[in-house]
């Protein structure tokens, strides 16, 4: 079974841009939730999505932006970059609304630089 | 809001010696606990995972922890480690208040090398 998919697998952008980036979750789950993890430190919570509409969000400004579609898949948007945005962008999925009972599967990343 | 410390960022061990990581969190309520693993040029994989029931929790590749409520503590063990066990390795918790979708809030990470 395929994983959770992300693209691109590496990004580089210069500030003052805008980014997008893309996810796709394992069959079946319909859950996908966004983390930002900085180098040296652990993942940090961006948005979680269920059934398209916008469950959870972490302490993070507008700038970011996320949707998900009916076949589940989703986007994060990040607009007016920063340097301090460069980061590995995490997509996960699970099969319900919340990882009371079903752990979040990751995928593998996408890297985005700033400069 | 929650936290999560885990105690070494760095651990360097020699195959076969006995592991211990620790992690801590601050949250008064009740929480589901996670140790994630990530090996090198690899994604984020789940060890083990508490919800309820018994504290002490098994997971993949021979590693367990156990949760001490009164510790607030989830410390990951392995009796005899394996120069493959070298890794990055995430504590993470959840709060199920608020059905669990404020996401997982993860530890710093504590980066492990083994040496064979």
């Known amino acids: 079974d395929a994983g959770v998919t992300q693209s691109p697998t590496h990004l580089i952008k210069t500030r003052g841009q805008q980014v997008t980036l893309r996810c796709s979750p394992i069959s079946g789950h319909k859950s996908v939730s966004w983390y930002q993890q900085v180098l040296g430190q652990g993942p940090q919570f961006i948005f979680q999505y269920y059934e398209k509409e916008e469950r959870g969000r972490g302490n993070f400004p507008d700038r970011f932006s996320a949707r998900q579609f009916p076949n589940y898949s989703s986007e994060l948007n990040v607009n007016a970059l920063l340097l301090g945005d460069s980061a590995l962008y995490l997509c996960?999925?699970?099969?319900?609304?919340?990882?009371?009972?079903?752990?979040?599967?990751f995928g593998n990343g996408t890297r985005l630089t700033v400069t | 809001a929650q936290s999560v410390s885990q105690h070494n960022h760095h651990v360097i061990l020699s195959e076969a010696a006995s592991l211990e990581l620790g992690c801590n969190y601050s949250?008064?309520?009740?929480?589901?606990l996670f140790w994630y693993v990530q090996y090198p040029g690899q994604h984020l994989q789940l060890l083990l995972k508490?919800?309820?029931?018994?504290?002490l929790v098994k997971g993949i590749k021979g590693f367990e922890a156990e949760f001490i409520k009164s510790k607030f503590s989830f410390n990951l063990r392995k009796p005899s480690v394996q120069w493959s066990d070298t890794a990055e390795y995430f504590c993470a918790v959840n709060a199920k208040s608020g059905g669990g979708a404020d996401g997982l809030t993860f530890g710093k990470g504590t980066h492990l090398i083994i040496q064979p």
């Open positions: 949250y008064g309520g009740t929480v589901n």
């Open positions: 996960a999925s699970n099969p319900w609304s919340t990882v009371n009972n079903s752990p979040l599967h």
């Open positions: 508490y919800f309820s029931g018994d504290p």
